[in-house]
C-alpha cells in the first residue's frame, strides 16, 4: 500500500469537497451508495470499527485501516478522525490502484 499516494488523494479529494467524516456521516452515505471508498483509523474506537466494516462490507465498498485519527484529521486539515468516506469514483479508484500497488 502507497500511503503516501493515498493521503495525498484524501488531501486532493477533501479540497474538491468530495470527503465526507465521522461515522455517523460515513455511514448514512454508505447505505446511500454515495460512498465509495472508506478510511478507517487503526486507533478507532472498537464499536465504530465493528459498525463501520460491517456496511463495507454489506454495500462492497473497499476499506483500508492503515493511519491514526490524528493523521486522518491532518489530511484534510480538520481535527482528529476516526473514519473518512470518500464520494468520488475517479478518487476512490485511485486510492484502490494504489492499495494494490506494492
Avoid: C, H, W
Avoid at 50 to 56: D, M, T, W
Avoid at 58 to 63: H, S
Amino acid at each position: 500500500m502507497n500511503e503516501e499516494k493515498i493521503k495525498a488523494l484524501l488531501g486532493f479529494a477533501q479540497k474538491a469537497r468530495k470527503v465526507i467524516s465521522g461515522d455517523d456521516m460515513v455511514i448514512a452515505g454508505m447505505k446511500k451508495k454515495q460512498v465509495f471508498f472508506v478510511v478507517l483509523a487503526m486507533d478507532a474506537s472498537e464499536y465504530v470499527g465493528k459498525e463501520v466494516r460491517y456496511y463495507a462490507e454489506k454495500y462492497q465498498i473497499p476499506l483500508i485501516e492503515g493511519f491514526d485519527k490524528g493523521t486522518l484529521g491532518l489530511v484534510i486539515g480538520k481535527s482528529p478522525r476516526a473514519v473518512l468516506g470518500v464520494t468520488d469514483k475517479n478518487f476512490a479508484a485511485g486510492m484502490q490502484k494504489s492499495i494494490s500497488a506494492v
